[in-house]
C-alpha cells in the first residue's frame, strides 16, 4: 500500500471526488459513481470489480475493516484530513472510506419477458435503495427506471441498496410509455383506488411490478396498462411508503413461488 497526502481542498482528485458526489451529470459525464463505507467497497470487490481511487483519513487507517479494502484494492490510497472527509462525507458517522468506480453497463438490453421492478418518478433516494435491495432479495434482476427518478448509481441510493445493485441490471431513463406496451408479461401497478388486493392475485408467473411517485403514485397510462393492487390495511391507514409497499408485494409474489 502508498499512501498519498493531499492536503489542499482545491486539488484535482479532490474536485473530481467532490463532483462525482454531488453532481448527477458529472457522474452521467464521467461514466463512474462514489462508493460510501466499508460494506459497499467489499460487496464491489468480491465479484472481481475495480476500484479506481481509494479517499480515507489518517485515523481510519489503523481500522481492520479498512484494511480488508486496502489489501484487496492493492492501489493508491488518497489520505485527506478529518474536516475534508466531513465535507465530502454523505454518511457523517460512518468509517471513513470513500472509493471512486467506474459505473456498470447492462451486457445486453431490456428483457421483456423477466421479472423486472419498474419506478416511476420515484424521487427520494432512500426509497429507491430499499426498493433495489428487496427486489434483489426476492429474485428480481431487472430494474428500470424512468427519467424522474433518483439517480440509481447515486451515492445516498447505492448506501440505502447495500450491494443490492451488483448483481442487478439497472436501466435508466426511459418513459413508461416507451416500455410498457413492449412487456409480454403480466404487469401490476399499487394503487389505492380501484384496485384489487394483492393477496387475490396469482402471481406465480413472471410478471413485472410497476410503482410510482412518493405522492401521486403511478401515472395514468401505467394504470390503463396494468392490474392495479393495493395492500389491505385493516389499520386504517391511508397508504404505506411506497418501499413498503413494493417489499410486501415482492414477498408475496415469493410466498407463491415457494
Known amino acids: 500500500m502508498s499512501?498519498?497526502?493531499l492536503e489542499s481542498?482545491?486539488?484535482p482528485k479532490i474536485k473530481h471526488l467532490r463532483g462525482l458526489i454531488l453532481q448527477a451529470s458529472f457522474r452521467r459525464k464521467q461514466r463512474q459513481t462514489v462508493l460510501e463505507g466499508t460494506h459497499l467497497c467489499l460487496a464491489w470487490l468480491a465479484q472481481q470489480?475495480?476500484?479506481h481511487s481509494l479517499f480515507t483519513t489518517e485515523k481510519a487507517l489503523e481500522n481492520p475493516e479498512l484494511q480488508q479494502v486496502i489489501d484487496a484494492y492493492q492501489g493508491h490510497v488518497f489520505v485527506v484530513s478529518e474536516a475534508q472527509y466531513r465535507d465530502l462525507s454523505t454518511l457523517g458517522t460512518t468509517?471513513?472510506?470513500l472509493a471512486i468506480i467506474d459505473l456498470p453497463q447492462a451486457d445486453s438490453g431490456i428483457d421483456y419477458t423477466v421479472d423486472t421492478l419498474i419506478l416511476e418518478n420515484i424521487?427520494?433516494?432512500g426509497n429507491v435503495g430499499t426498493l433495489l435491495r428487496s427486489a434483489a432479495a426476492a429474485g428480481i434482476k431487472q430494474i428500470i427506471a424512468t427519467a424522474g427518478t433518483a439517480a440509481?448509481?447515486?451515492p445516498r441510493v447505492l448506501r440505502a441498496g447495500m450491494g443490492a445493485h451488483f448483481s442487478l441490471r439497472c436501466f435508466e431513463n426511459y418513459e413508461v410509455e416507451q416500455i410498457i406496451p413492449r412487456f409480454e408479461i403480466p404487469l401490476y401497478a399499487t394503487s389505492s383506488h380501484h384496485a384489487s388486493s394483492i393477496y387475490q392475485q396469482d402471481l406465480s408467473c413472471t410478471c413485472a411490478w410497476i410503482l410510482g411517485?412518493?405522492?401521486?403514485?403511478?401515472?395514468?397510462?401505467?394504470?390503463?396498462?396494468?392490474h392495479a393492487v393495493t395492500i389491505p390495511q385493516p389499520g386504517g391507514q391511508e397508504s404505506l411508503n411506497?418501499?413498503?409497499?413494493?417489499s410486501v408485494c415482492f414477498f408475496e409474489m415469493v410466498r407463491q413461488r415457494l
Do not use: M, Y
Request: proline share 3%.
Open 3 to 5: 499512501t498519498i497526502f
Open 9 to 11: 481542498k482545491d486539488n
Open 95 to 97: 468509517l471513513a472510506c
Open 123 to 125: 424521487q427520494d433516494p
Open 152 to 154: 440509481l448509481w447515486s
Open 213 to 226: 411517485n412518493e405522492g401521486q403514485g403511478v401515472s395514468d397510462f401505467a394504470l390503463q396498462h396494468a
Open 242 to 246: 411506497v418501499a413498503i409497499a413494493g
Open 49 to 51: 470489480n475495480r476500484i
